[in-house]
């Protein structure tokens, strides 16, 4: 950069995101902005929310969503206003074949890794390799260490979730494999994750440990300068943009969290409600073996207590299988966002402290110091990348949960009407005994 007091970092203001450049993008013939102004410390315009809802553009390219499908006649009907349209892909990945190894010191599972790509990074057009658990840790490990001013989508919870005892069960291992694909989609779609080494050791390398072992890689000129932010500074205050962004996440995964919640102690009242329905139902049949006349009708119930028992299981699988995970990924998804922008403060805070020593010194020096530019531009990274993710991220969110509520009232609408069509059809056989009469 060229000698001159610091420039004021740009704002979103007015203009869409897509329209910024990337900081580390801007040429030396835009560096006389900002001309002999004093440099804030603000650093940033604050731009002004309607409410406590955080609301940003919705015009940037939105990633690929893997949220559960549902073959329901409702949700197949759902048009997305929203959807991707006219995106070339030129990577395609994928998880499954889940397999389990026993060994003297351990078990656990792996899954196969399917790639398809034309790009020119990968040597081959297609690769497979198997993972584990760790595997997947190791790379979101490395993409927060090289991609810092980047949300790192989540992986699925280490550990088992709650209500399930065996991680190796199918159900257990099915739902995994499900977040796991749904990990690597959301990195293939980001425009800049998905061209990450690392990313491509993963996919490609027939042996991981290799790579593992190396250690720390080298990370990427912004990610080497966050690493080494001790936290010593203490930031001001956010611009306000980046404050709301802040309340915004913990409210939402405040409501989020209640939710899920809820929704699990439904789930274990809708299990205990099915034991007594499967109980219930028999007394019925048992019942009608004494009885004449009332013999039929008195099946016709166990049978039709026995249809609701069967559609109510199938609305507790769906809820525990596509609701509840779709609740947890976006509660771990608050958390990375809130990582990221503790990062981003932090780098703001030493920027600031950076203006403040600078201006201590009472020195007219034309030329800003290299490390107070270095630090500056830091900044403007973080600004960029952050507001960047943040709407794809809006726009994930909103695509995934219109889904998922669909399914979920499709799914409810489903389990009504099978309940409803199950008491129904015993009525004929209660008003032909009655004509009988």
């Known amino acids: 950069m060229a000698g001159g007091p610091p420039k004021a970092l740009l704002s979103s203001g007015p203009h869409s995101l897509r329209d910024m450049p990337h900081p580390l993008a801007v040429s030396s013939s835009e560096e006389a902005v900002g001309g002999d102004s004093t440099p804030s410390p603000d650093l940033l315009v604050a731009r002004s929310f309607g409410d406590k809802d955080l609301i940003l553009p919705n015009g940037g390219t939105p990633a690929g969503t893997s949220s559960p499908a549902s073959s329901s006649s409702l949700l197949n009907r759902l048009q997305l206003d929203d959807e991707i349209d006219g995106e070339t892909r030129d990577l395609f990945v994928t998880v499954d074949d889940p397999k389990k190894h026993v060994c003297t010191m351990e078990t656990y599972i792996t899954y ?102 190396q250690g720390i890689a080298l990370l990427t000129r912004v990610g080497e300068s966050v690493k080494h932010v001790t936290g010593g500074y203490k930031l001001r205050s956010r611009p306000l943009e980046f404050a709301a962004i802040g309340e915004y996440l913990d409210t939402f995964a405040l409501k989020l969290g209640t939710i899920d919640r809820i929704a699990q102690r439904i789930i274990k009242e809708e299990i205990e409600y099915l034991v007594e329905l499967r109980e219930y139902g028999p007394v019925y049949s048992t019942w009608s073996a004494l009885e004449g006349e009332l013999a039929e009708p008195l099946e016709g119930v166990s049978a039709c207590i026995g249809n609701c028992s069967t559609a109510l299981e199938e609305l507790t699988d ?88 669909m399914g979920l009232a499709d799914k409810n609408i489903q389990y009504y009407e099978k309940c409803l069509m199950a008491w129904e059809s015993i009525i004929p056989l209660l008003q032909e005994k009655q004509e009988a009469k």
């Open 112 to 213: 196969r890794i399917t790639t398809k790509s034309t790009r020119v990074e990968f040597d081959l057009p297609e690769y497979s390799v198997r993972r584990r658990y760790q595997d997947f840790d190791w790379l979101r490990s490395k993409l927060e260490e090289s991609q810092p001013t980047h949300l790192i989508p989540p992986l699925p919870e280490k550990f088992v979730v709650k209500g399930v005892v065996d991680r190796f069960s199918e159900e257990f291992v099915e739902t995994r494999r499900k977040a796991l694909d749904k990990f690597l989609k959301r990195i293939t779609d980001h425009p800049v994750l998905s061209f990450n080494e690392h990313f491509n050791v993963f996919l490609t390398a027939k042996d991981l440990n290799a790579y593992r072992k």
């Open 318 to 405: 769906d809820m525990t299988e596509d609701f509840l995970p779709v609740l947890r990924e976006y509660i771990l998804y608050s958390d990375s966002m809130k990582s990221v922008l503790k990062k981003r403060d932090q780098v703001q805070a030493e920027y600031e402290a950076k203006l403040e020593a600078m201006a201590l010194r009472k020195e007219d020096r034309p030329k800003v110091p290299a490390d107070v530019e270095k630090c500056q531009d830091r900044v403007e990274c973080f600004n960029a990348d952050l507001k960047a993710d943040m709407e794809r991220w809006q726009n994930n969110k909103r695509q995934d949960f219109r889904q998922l509520l």
